[in-house]
């Protein structure tokens, strides 16, 4: 048996970041996580090339080539699957739902765009704690990770965190034609409810813009939770393995029964094992009327083709591939929430998308669709949860979940709105969007979802109270998305990670 004062489950940006708040105030900690890492083999691999002083056309086919021959449905990073649980390891089956769980040292985080941007008031005015209540710990988040980004138009709409005095890495060709093209229509788009403005980043600075993002950054720039690791160590933290089946809270503290059937024992704990483990751990120890209801926010992708020359190979570094260009909707006449968009310039899946979907029909089509990409731009758009579908949850065989999807019947004509009026801001900057070609997601594809036990100003049995306990318990605190009342457009982990932060810093002794 292990006794500690304060134990936070999970490694990923929630767990770290209650974690930090609890050790800043001298609480002792214990985290538990999975702990699964990158294979002995895979990391050899990324050493030896983070080595290299400069990289070689064949080094990066290498390294992509393992990326490509992963599972459909996994996403992977330096060519393993250590970092997302296969969906029959959490559920008892995925038809129409992408999200995945994960059991890794650092979570979902080991895999995930790296945008960044905080929630706007608009988004948040029905929750029990308001962006000036997360402001500072907006602030004391980003002393964990980089945020990189620059202040522009879109200070407007966040003003929760000033961007003034920070520096972005540098944009592709692709995206730095674009948002010069974007600023000489500033007046003509903010007009028609639409800003835009540099992508911020969970990135240094220090970024080699060698294009290998989505693939897993051989140097370790892109931002990981696990990053976070050797600082809390240092101020105390204890950190080991344990998969946690359920909780019971007791006089004076919580008992884990851990799935090989240690009992771990403290004061207080904080749940931040990711929505669906936590769905699980909730569901396991305690009844639930009904069933959990996971919020979800819809995403979709629209392809689009700029008219303008490249003056310099778009398929070559220097290059990122995380996102380039972030737009904002704000028009009540589309949404009364922000839509939120974000646009990627070449990346090496265009090719083989185009190939694997048209070039086929097509003999000694290559060439064709190998141009073809080089002028396509992808935009990623996100709705808030109120257009988006639901997902029950409920616990069924061997802990798994049974998820059933819930369509919203507003989805298709928000997105539809929101498209249209993208299409229409694109087309001054000199992109072509294909309308024909837009592409919904299924329920949970975004990784933008919570919301199973929202936090309520007066909770109810089914919520939980500001502090993210939920209802009738006292000692146990759920701190990833799973408390978050609703799930905005814009990027989800920076504001789950202030809230956590916050959660851990009010916390009762």
């Known amino acids: 048996m292990t006794d500690a004062p304060d134990i936070v ?6 767990g770290v970041a209650v974690a930090s708040a609890l050790l800043a105030r001298g609480r002792r900690v214990l985290m538990l996580d999975g702990g699964k890492q990158l294979e002995p083999e895979a990391e050899a691999r990324r050493a030896a090339l983070a080595g290299k002083a400069d990289l070689t056309e064949a080094d990066r086919e290498a390294w992509r080539a393992g990326q490509f021959a992963g599972t459909p449905g996994q996403v992977r990073r330096y060519g393993s699957d250590f970092a997302m649980e296969p969906a029959g390891a959490t559920l008892t089956e995925a038809r129409g739902f992408a999200l995945r769980s994960s059991r890794a040292v650092g979570g979902l985080s080991n895999l995930w765009g790296a945008a960044v941007l905080p929630y706007a008031q608009k988004d948040i005015a029905d929750w029990p704690v308001s962006t000036d209540d997360l402001a500072p710990h907006y602030r004391a988040v980003a002393a964990l990770m ?20 920070n520096s972005g890495i540098a944009p592709s060709a692709q995206g730095a034609a674009l948002l010069a093209r974007l600023a000489a229509h500033r007046d003509r788009l ?31 720039l892109i931002w990981s939770a696990r990053q976070a690791l ?27 029964r851990l799935s090989g059937g240690e009992v771990v024992t403290g004061a207080r704990v904080f749940v931040a094992a990711g929505v669906l483990e936590t769905a699980r751990i909730v569901l396991a120890s305690q009844p639930v009327p009904g069933e959990l209801t996971l919020l979800d926010s819809q995403q979709a992708f629209l392809p689009m083709l700029h008219r303008w020359r490249a003056p310099v190979p778009v398929d070559q570094p220097p290059l990122h591939t995380l996102p380039q260009v972030f737009v904002e909707i704000d ?14 310039s070449w990346n090496e899946y265009y090719r083989r998308d185009l190939m694997a979907g048209y070039g086929r029909r097509l003999p000694g089509s290559g060439p064709l669709w190998s ?21 029950g949850l409920r616990l069924a065989a ?72 939920p209802f009738g318990l006292s000692r146990v605190h759920l701190v990833d998305a799973s408390v978050l009342p609703s799930i905005p457009a814009t990027t989800i982990t920076f504001s789950v990670m202030a809230n956590a932060h916050r959660i851990g810093a009010e916390a009762p002794a």
């Open 9 to 14: 489950i999970g490694s990923g940006p929630a």
């Open 398 to 469: 061997a802990g798994r979940l049974r998820a059933e999807v819930r369509a919203n019947a507003a989805s298709g004509p928000v997105l539809a709105l929101a498209a249209d009026r993208l299409a229409a801001a694109m087309r001054r900057a000199g992109l072509v969007a294909l309308l024909f070609a837009l592409r919904p997601g299924e329920a949970g594809a975004s990784f933008h979802a919570g919301g199973t036990v929202p936090m309520a100003r007066t909770p109810v049995p089914g919520q939980a109270d500001r502090l993210g306990r």
């Open 230 to 256: 050797p600082q809390l160590l240092g101020l105390g933290m204890v950190h080991r393995t344990g998969v946690v089946e359920r909780f019971e809270e007791q006089a004076g503290g919580v008992r884990l």
């Open 331 to 344: 028009d009540a006449g589309v949404s009364p929430r922000l839509v939120h968009a974000q646009i990627y």
């Open 371 to 391: 141009a073809l990409a080089r002028r396509l731009l992808v935009t990623q758009m996100f709705l808030h949860s109120d257009h988006s579908g639901r997902v």
């Open 146 to 165: 980089p945020v990189s980004g620059v202040g522009d138009d879109l200070q407007v709409l966040f003003p929760v965190f000033p961007m003034a005095g």
């Open 190 to 220: 903010a007009a028609t409810g639409v800003h835009a403005g540099a992508a911020r980043h969970a990135v240094s600075v220090a970024c080699r813009r060698c294009g290998l993002c989505l693939h897993g950054c051989p140097w370790h």
